[in-house]
């Protein structure tokens, strides 16, 4: 996702959004243990999100 869409958003919203992004990489990461993943930067852009959404937080 683009830095713009947690430009403005509550804080509720966005440690609900972080909330998801970690369990979305943390299935991913477990997933991966097992088989192969089919998108390998999949992970990847998932973390940058975590980071944009951290950067929003932090800066409030």
Known sequence: MKKTIYIGKSKQDLV???G???EILR???FGASGSKTRNVKEGMVIRKDIAR?????NKA
């Open 20 to 22: 998801e992004r970690r």
């Open 27 to 29: 299935k991913l990461r």
């Open 53 to 57: 959404i951290m950067t929003e937080l």
């Open 16 to 18: 609900k959004a972080l």
